[in-house]
């Protein structure tokens, strides 16, 4: 489960790791919370 700060992270720093590591695991399934899909959807606003 991934909290606020790696997703914000992993869309902001297109050119690392941690996106390439997510989308290897794409298939595996990844998981939020509520409040994080609530803060992302907040701060996209």
């Known amino acids: ?3 606020t ?3 914000v992270f992993a869309l902001r720093q297109s050119n690392t790791v941690v996106p390439k590591q997510l989308s290897a695991h794409a298939d595996d ?3 939020l919370s509520v409040i ?3 803060e992302l959807r ?4």
């Open 42 to 45: 907040y701060g996209a606003e």
């Open 29 to 31: 399934g990844i998981v």
């Open 1 to 3: 489960m991934f909290d």
């Open 5 to 7: 700060n790696i997703c």
């Open 36 to 38: 994080t899909s609530a």
